[in-house]
């Protein structure tokens, strides 16, 4: 609706259609209320209506008859996808098509840090400059591009100022930030999944709005986190890793323990595992090292979960064994239960400063296999925990146990 000015002129005023989208409507109306005191008649819609034949044909025919067209560009015109502004946009757009191309019409206004390109307009408000007015208020840009169209003068260069300072958006520092969604009744797992793009986009248009040399340092740390990250991922896989061709053969190892454990199942383990060792570390391993495999326990009476401890064990040790040279021993049988004290005692007797031990416990099917971690220097618990039986993954549970125990000299 016009928002006339008080003086009367002998001579029609220049109009200005206002488009603008409803949550930027304050900025609008400073905007509106500017313009009148520049010389210029705004044509400008503050109804809520949705829409309607009359309303829409009124519009229509404004943005036909204007003078000038000026849409008000900020985050949220960004923010949406759609809105009756675009339809605004393309009429104007349109419009267009039939005008010279040196003639002045779109006035597009920024009223906040969006960024000209990549903006979400049509790409016809980019072939002019725009002006950018902080939350429409009126600057003296502003002022000046309306006395020359109110004037007649109609050089599109010298029509549109350059923003000022304050208001101009530093190269590479990215767009403006994104308003908050708004939660639609019925839309709640849309809303998340938008607040969750939304924190990723403000948190990268934050951080380009950071000092160059701010983010070169940051992309320079990365890099090195990346590298070390690769290091030692290489070097886990060395301490903790095998090959796919031999963790099938400790699995198939596995499979031929009968249950019960006894020092003739350790010897046959020993030889199993020692083909897989070069020579020194076979001779090694048969006596002391820093770590002590003890043999897990499992009830007497209870056969399937003797086969699970025992197959888990033989895992464990082989993971070891293979993937630490050498730093290995191997007790001849199981603890009662797990007494830290009784692991301690043989760890100090091989010599080893950690022991590995385990043992299932409860009945069925809460049963659970429980495996420590042990110093040998105090007895000390270093990392214990227990593993449910009913659906356990013996592999799964070796690769999780091995990579747990520590290097010698570390804790």
């Known amino acids: 609706m016009p928002a006339s000015d008080p003086e ?190 939304w924190g990723v986009q403000s948190a990268w248009s934050a951080f380009k709005r950071l000092p160059k040399w701010v983010r070169i340092i940051v992309y320079i740390w990365v890099a090195i986190l990346l590298m070390a990250r690769g290091c030692s991922d290489s070097r886990d896989y060395r301490a903790h890793g095998l090959s796919t061709a031999q963790q099938q053969q400790l699995k198939d190892i596995a499979a031929t323990h009968s249950g019960s454990w006894t020092p003739a199942d350790t010897a046959k383990l020993f030889a199993q595992i020692a083909k897989e060792l070069p020579g020194d570390a076979v001779n090694a391993a048969s006596t002391h090292a820093p770590v002590l495999a003890v043999p897990f326990a499992a009830p007497e009476d209870d056969p399937a979960a003797q086969k699970l401890a025992g197959s888990v064990f033989t895992q464990v040790y082989g993971r070891l064994a293979i993937a630490r040279h050498g730093q290995v021993a191997l007790a001849s049988r199981p603890l009662p239960a797990l007494d830290a004290s009784e692991a301690e005692k043989q760890g100090r007797a091989h010599h080893s400063t950690y022991v590995v031990s385990g043992a299932v416990s409860g009945s069925a099917p809460a049963q659970q296999l429980t495996v420590r971690i042990i110093s040998a220097g105090d007895g000390s618990t270093l990392w214990s925990k227990a593993y449910p039986l009913a659906g356990a993954d013996p592999a799964a549970i070796a690769a999780q146990v091995s990579a747990r125990v520590p290097r010698q000299g570390s804790n």
């Not at 603008?20 to 109306?29: F, H, I």
């Not at 044909?57 to 849409?71: H, L, N, S, V």
């Not at 169209?149 to 994104?178: D, I, K, N, Y």
């Open 8 to 197: 009367n002129s002998l001579r029609a005023r220049p109009t200005v259609f206002l488009s603008y989208a409803s949550e930027d409507r304050r900025a609008a109306q400073r905007i509106r209320d500017a313009l009148p005191g520049f010389g210029m008649e705004v044509w400008y819609d503050e109804s809520d209506l949705i829409g309607g034949d009359a309303w829409d044909q009124k519009i229509r025919g404004q943005i036909r008859a204007c003078d000038y067209f000026m849409p008000v560009i900020s985050a949220h015109t960004e923010a949406r996808h759609e809105g009756y502004f675009r339809r605004e946009w393309r009429l104007a757009v349109e419009r267009t098509l039939d005008m010279a191309d040196d003639h002045v019409f779109l006035l597009p206004v920024v009223i906040d840090a969006t960024a000209e390109g990549g903006a979400r307009v049509p790409e016809k408000f980019r072939s002019v400059q725009w002006l950018r007015l902080a939350e429409g208020r009126p600057t003296e840009a502003l002022e000046t591009l309306c006395r020359r169209l109110v004037s007649g003068e109609t050089a599109t260069p010298a029509a549109h100022s350059a923003p000022e300072p304050a208001a101009r958006v530093p190269p590479g520092r990215g767009g403006a930030f994104r308003p908050f969604p708004r939660e639609e009744p019925g839309q709640r797992a849309r809303f998340w999944f938008q607040v969750a793009g």
